[in-house]
């Protein structure tokens, strides 16, 4: 952090004054050899201390999606505290709230899985096995496509396409975003809402002080209109041709 922060402070402008601590023996050597100070070495082995130490969770990014503090990612325990039981209801996790239950059905599960080893050995049903003279073994299983979601697969829904509407219904009943929407103050009648060039300049004044035209002239002006703007307004009186 030193070096990183002076490397900042200089803007990238580093001399034989930065920090060395991170180097071991011989990079220092190298970064200092024949009594030179080799800038362009420095910044290229202060770059891979950073990346090494972002990918071992030494370094933590505060604005990163992926390389943020453990912690960060985790519950905040007020919360946690304050709504611990509606949060484990949401989770689905009710069966494992008591840990000593939890651990006794697991040991009992791993107990008897290896029975069922045991004895498929035991009767030849297991292929993969071979037993040597001398009482050692060699096991061989069929390699398999490695999958980084396999693991959560159980946790995702079954079909690929979420709709739009369960997405935005799912935010708004955690979040209740609906609830900050609200009505325009004033909104004009349908039938001053013609089309985009009406409501510009001097023409929104005279479109809101002419009394609201009939059915046949908002047939007219619709379809003459829709070509233009694309609005796609109610439009009485449509043709075939015009659709």
């Known amino acids: 952090m030193d070096a990183i922060e002076h490397f900042k402070d200089k803007d990238g402008g580093v001399d034989r004054s930065a920090p060395t601590g991170f180097l071991d023996p011989e990079e220092q050597t190298a970064v200092n050899r024949d009594g030179k100070f080799r800038v362009s070495l420095y910044k ?43 949060l ?17 059905e697991l040991d009992e599960a791993l107990y008897q899985q290896y029975l069922l080893t045991d004895r498929n050995i035991a ?22 496509e490695e999958s980084d979601a396999e693991p959560l697969q159980q946790y995702f829904p079954d079909h690929r396409i979420v709709p739009l509407v369960e997405v935005l219904a799912t935010v708004n009943r955690f979040t209740h975003y609906v609830d900050e929407l609200q009505h325009p103050p004033t909104a004009l009648p349908p039938w001053q809402t013609l089309g985009s060039r009406d409501l510009c300049g001097d023409n929104r004044h005279r479109l809101r002080n ?17 070509g233009a703007y694309g609005e796609l307004a109610l439009q009485p009186g449509r043709s075939q041709r015009s659709q």
């Open 44 to 86: 290229a082995l202060l770059f891979l201390q950073v990346q090494n130490g972002i990918k071992s969770g030494a370094l933590n990014l505060e604005h990163s999606h992926k390389y943020r503090p453990l912690d960060d990612y985790l519950i905040d325990r007020d919360r946690w505290q304050r709504a611990k039981q509606q």
């Open 88 to 104: 484990i209801e949401r989770a689905g996790l009710e069966g494992f709230v008591d840990p000593r239950k939890t651990l006794k």
């Open 123 to 144: 009767e030849g049903k297991n292929p993969h096995i071979k037993f040597k003279k001398n009482g050692g073994f060699t096991l061989s299983t069929p390699k398999q």
């Open 210 to 226: 002419r009394p609201p035209p009939d059915d046949a002239h908002l047939a007219r002006h619709y379809r003459g209109r829709i």
